[in-house]
């Protein structure tokens, strides 16, 4: 088996990268083809370059964000993915069932079973966990790395709070080539699993592999109605929510009455004012524990 492993050089969990190697070799992968990235956006130029020697197994090191930055690459390809989950929240993984021990983690790289999952396309860019813009993408972009490093998951409930009065958008959306929403909106979120936000169950039957997007949209106006909101999401009843629509899809166009700012797998990016999501069925293998 060819192994090559892709790591965020600034995450760590366990014993840290030393303990990765250590565990490899006495699996009997020596020398593996390993690479270390500073950031998670430099991950896709050196994903290429590994792939390039067409390895059966990538070894991903890092979080949600670095895992998006990786699928985005391999997606269609014959190699599998392997998460060694060092991030904050690692939503994918969890979703999965991909624990946070490195020895398991790297067990179930090398000998478990691989699973074909759905991605989502925001625009051009593949995601594997959410996409969202509007609240959801302020709140993540205000937790920072520092406030994630040093508050974990708490970062995003304090950020969170500090954006209750932001101001509502107007939207347009189209499911499927049919019109589905229109007027005012706080957040637009997709999700290609249920947990989301640190493990709060946002969209209950969300499956990864089912060729289809969980669609939400918060129509929440004012700090109050959106409070009551984010409190139903936090206790997973947030389809429970008068301010709350939800439905599947597999293509979403969305256009907005300003520019919004939307985020991806937990990672914000620059403000948009229409956005067009498609799901891609099967898009990538993912290396997860044996089913039981």
């Not at 590994?50 to 391999?74: E, S, Y």
């Not at 989301?196 to 106006?221: I, K, M, N, Y």
Request: with cysteine.
């Amino acid at each position: 088996m060819k192994v090559a492993v892709i790591a965020h050089a600034g995450k760590t969990f366990g014993g840290g990268l030393p303990e990765l190697r250590r565990v490899l070799a006495a699996e009997g992968v020596a020398d593996p083809v390993w690479c270390e990235v500073p950031k998670s956006k430099k991950a896709p130029a050196q994903v290429r370059r590994l792939l390039g020697d067409a390895p059966d197994v990538l070894f991903t090191w890092g979080g949600d964000g670095m895992v998006q930055r990786c699928v985005d690459v391999i997606a269609g390809s014959d190699t599998a993915l392997a998460i060694l989950p060092a991030g904050t929240s690692n939503l994918f993984a969890s979703n999965l069932g991909i624990p946070k021990d490195i020895t398991e983690a790297v067990r179930i790289g090398l000998r478990g079973d691989r699973r074909r999952v759905d991605l989502g396309r925001f625009n051009g860019e593949r995601f594997a966990v959410m996409a969202g813009a509007g609240f959801d993408a302020e709140m993540i972009k205000d937790a920072d790395g520092a406030l994630k490093d040093r508050l974990g998951r708490a970062a995003y409930v304090l950020t969170g709070a500090g954006n209750l009065r932001a101001e509502p958008f107007s939207g347009t959306i189209t499911v499927d080539g049919v019109g589905w929403y229109e007027g005012p909106a706080s957040c637009i979120l997709l999700g290609n699993v249920g947990d989301l936000f640190g493990g709060v169950e946002v969209f209950g039957d969300a499956r990864p592999d089912d060729g289809l997007l969980d669609l939400g949209v918060v129509t929440a106006e004012g700090p109050v109605q959106l409070a009551r909101t984010v409190l139903r999401t936090a206790v997973g009843t947030a389809h429970k929510s008068p301010f709350v629509r939800v439905t599947k899809a597999r293509k979403v166009k969305v256009k907005l009455d300003r520019k919004v700012r939307y985020e991806l797998d937990g990672g914000d990016r620059k403000k948009v004012k229409s956005f067009k999501i498609a799901v891609e069925p099967g898009a990538v293998t993912v290396c997860v524990p044996h089913a039981t």
